[in-house]
C-alpha cells in the first residue's frame, strides 16, 4: 500500500475514532439531560396529582377545578396511582404496574422521591403528608416520543459521522494527492536519469521546506558522486598515458644498452637513467593511486588549509632550492579549517608549486593568504614565461601543454589535476596570466 493511501486509511481511522466519541458524549448528554427534564416534568405532575387526590377536603371547588383542568392537560390518570400506609390504592386510576415494586414504594417513602424508567415509561414518586395521614403518589410517562427524538438524534449523528467519513477519506486523498506530488515529480526525475545525466540536478518549481531540503541533499549527493566519478573516469587515460612514457623509456635504454658492449662509465650513465625512469614510473603510480582514491578512500577530515601549504612549500624547498616568500593576513585562524582530504590537496599545491618554479626557472614566487568576501583565497604568484591568451582556456585539460612551454620537461596533467581536485573540495581555482608571469587564484 503507497504511503498516501495509508495516510488517508489513518485519517479515516483516526477520525471515525474521534467521532465515534464526540457522537457518543453527545447522545449521552442529551440522553441525560432528556431524562433530567422528564424526571422534573414528572415530579410535578406527581405533585399536582397529589394536591388533586388528597387536598380535595381542604380547597375550594373553584380551586379543586383549576387544578383538576391542569392536571387533565398534563398527564392522564391512567398514569397515576396514590398508596396508602397499607400500600392500599387510595386514587389514580391506573391499573396495576408489574413495574412498581414494593422495594420501590418503600424507598420512596424513605427517600420521600424515587425515579427510574424501564423500556415503555417514566416512573416518578413522591411522599406526601396529609391531614388524612402519609401517602406515596406515582406517575408514569411514556417514553414513545422520548425514544423517537433518541433515535432521531442516533440517526443524525450516524449519518453526519458517515458524511464525515466520507468526506475526510476523499479529502485526504486530495490533500494526499498535493503533499506527495513534489516527491512523485523527484521520482520521475528520477527515473530519466541514465548514465548521460545522471549528475544533473533535481529542480522544482514549488514545493514545501522538508522536500527542498531532499532536493537539495540529493543534489549535493549526486554532485559528490559526479565529481568522484570524473576522477575515476580520468584515471585511466592518466594511466594510460603516463605509464606508457617511463616504460617506454625504460625498454629502449635496455634495448639500446643490449645492442653492443659498454663501458663500465657507461653502465653507470645507463643505470643512472633507469634510476630516473624508475622513479619517475614510481611517482606516477603513487599519484594515480592516490587520486583514483586507492590510498586515500576520499576521506574528507578536519584540516587546516595553512599546514598543506607550509607542507608543499618545505617539499619545495628541500628539493627545488625554491625562494618563496608566503604573507598570510588572516585574523581569524578558523577560516583556515575545512573538511578536506589532505594528501590530495598536498599533491595540488605541489603541483601548482612545482609548476611556478619550473617556468619561471626557479625564480622567487609569493603565495598570499587573505579573506575576501568573507572567503579565503589563495594566490601562487610566479615571474615566469606566463601561458599565451590562446591557451589558457585549454590549461585544465588532460595532457594539454601551452605552446611555449615545451622546451620544458613535462607530462600535461599537473593543472588538470589540481582542478579535479580542487573541484572535489569546493575550490574555484582561475588563472590569469601574461608574459610576466602567471597568477594562480584559489577561493574556497
Not at 578536519?302 to 601549504?309: T, V
Not at 607542507?311 to 598570510?328: F, P, S
Not at 599565451?388 to 595532457?399: G, I, M, P, T
Request: charge should be negative; aromatic fraction near 10%; proline fraction near 1%.
Amino acid at each position: 500500500m503507497k504511503l498516501k493511501h495509508r495516510l488517508s486509511l489513518y485519517s479515516v481511522v483516526i477520525f471515525g475514532v474521534i467521532t465515534l466519541i464526540i457522537s457518543s458524549v453527545i447522545y449521552i448528554s442529551y440522553y441525560t439531560q432528556m431524562e433530567k427534564k422528564e424526571q422534573q416534568s414528572l415530579e410535578s405532575k406527581s405533585l399536582l396529582a397529589a394536591i388533586y387526590y388528597l387536598e380535595k377536603d381542604e380547597l375550594s371547588l373553584l380551586e379543586h377545578e383549576n387544578i383538576k383542568s391542569q392536571l387533565l392537560k398534563a398527564i392522564s390518570r391512567r398514569n397515576i396511582i396514590v398508596y396508602d400506609m397499607s400500600d392500599k390504592k387510595f386514587g389514580g386510576e391506573m391499573t396495576s404496574d408489574d413495574d412498581i415494586t414494593t422495594d420501590f414504594v418503600e424507598r420512596i417513602r424513605t427517600e420521600k422521591t424515587g425515579f427510574f424508567d424501564t423500556g415503555d415509561f417514566f416512573y416518578n414518586g413522591i411522599f406526601y403528608r396529609d391531614n388524612q395521614g402519609d401517602f406515596v403518589v406515582i406517575t408514569r410517562e411514556p417514553k414513545d416520543e422520548f425514544n423517537t427524538q433518541m433515535r432521531s438524534l442516533l440517526h443524525i449523528l450516524m449519518a453526519v459521522s458517515l458524511l464525515g467519513l466520507i468526506f475526510i477519506y476523499f479529502f485526504s486523498r486530495y490533500l494526499g494527492h498535493i503533499a506527495y506530488a513534489p516527491i512523485i515529480h523527484i521520482i520521475e526525475q528520477i527515473k530519466d536519469r541514465d548514465a548521460k545525466n545522471f549528475n544533473e540536478p533535481i529542480s522544482l518549481q514549488r514545493s514545501y521546506a522538508e522536500v527542498e531540503d531532499l532536493v537539495l541533499t540529493y543534489n549535493h549527493f549526486v554532485d559528490r558522486i559526479a565529481q568522484t566519478f570524473h576522477v575515476q573516469k580520468n584515471f585511466i587515460d592518466y594511466v594510460s598515458h603516463e605509464l606508457r612514457t617511463p616504460i617506454t623509456a625504460l625498454l629502449g635504454t635496455l634495448e639500446v644498452t643490449d645492442q653492443r658492449k659498454r663501458t663500465g662509465e657507461e653502465y653507470e650513465n645507463v643505470m643512472v637513467q633507469l634510476k630516473q625512469y624508475t622513479h619517475d614510473l614510481q611517482e606516477t603510480l603513487d599519484q594515480m593511486m592516490l587520486l583514483s582514491g586507492a590510498k586515500t578512500n576520499f576521506e574528507f577530515v578536519a584540516i587546516r588549509i595553512d599546514e598543506i601549504i607550509w607542507k608543499a612549500i618545505e617539499n619545495a624547498v628541500l628539493y627545488h632550492q625554491a625562494k618563496i616568500e608566503v604573507d598570510i593576513q588572516v585574523d581569524d585562524t578558523e577560516c583556515l579549517r575545512l573538511e578536506g582530504n589532505d594528501k590530495l590537496l598536498e599533491l595540488a599545491f605541489n603541483n601548482l608549486i612545482e609548476n611556478a618554479i619550473k617556468y619561471s626557472d626557479n625564480s622567487p614566487i609569493h603565495i598570499n593568504l587573505f579573506m575576501q568576501d568573507q572567503h579565503l583565497q589563495v594566490v601562487i604568484i610566479d615571474q615566469g614565461i606566463g601561458i599565451d591568451e590562446s591557451d589558457l582556456k585549454h590549461v585544465k585539460e588532460n595532457f594539454f601543454r601551452g605552446q611555449n612551454a615545451q622546451r620544458y620537461q613535462g607530462k600535461g596533467i599537473g593543472l588538470s589535476m589540481a582542478h579535479i581536485i580542487f573541484n572535489l573540495h569546493h575550490v574555484d581555482m582561475d588563472i590569469f596570466s601574461n608574459s610576466s608571469g602567471t597568477q594562480v587564484q584559489l577561493t574556497f
